[in-house]
């Protein structure tokens, strides 16, 4: 199995900076695709940003520019640089990762952290 612990979320005012991080664990895994979606009250979780392991990376438009996504392989942890936040980006933030286990392909997902921007 594979296990995946955000950590990073919190408050910050309007114009802020956080910075989310996401670690895989378990063994005798490979993963893919990493990334970060996010679902705030009342709304359907959305992308936010994805990176493949051939360095490939889609952003949500809500977020270019202002949202930077990375990765150490080497450590199997996926970075999300959050800058000028806005109220809007309110939501639970979840990480995702495609990954080869056991002779198949699943998808995980972690427990979500809580970014809240606020004045």
């Known amino acids: 199995q594979v296990q995946l612990v955000e950590s990073g979320g919190g408050l910050v005012q309007p114009g802020g900076s956080l910075r989310l991080s996401c670690a895989a664990s378990?063994?005798?895994?490979?993963?893919?695709?990493m990334g970060w979606y996010r679902q705030a009250p009342g709304e359907q979780r959305e992308l936010v940003a994805v990176l493949t392991s051939g360095d490939r990376i889609s952003y949500a438009d809500s977020v270019k520019d202002r949202f930077t996504i990375s990765r150490s392989n080497a450590k199997n942890t996926v970075y999300l640089e959050m800058n000028s936040l806005k109220p809007e980006d309110t939501a639970v933030y979840y990480c995702n990762a495609d990954a080869f286990y056991g002779g198949g392909q699943f998808v995980y997902w972690g427990q979500g952290t809580q970014v809240t921007v606020s004045s």
């Open positions: 378990g063994s005798g895994f490979s993963i893919n695709t």
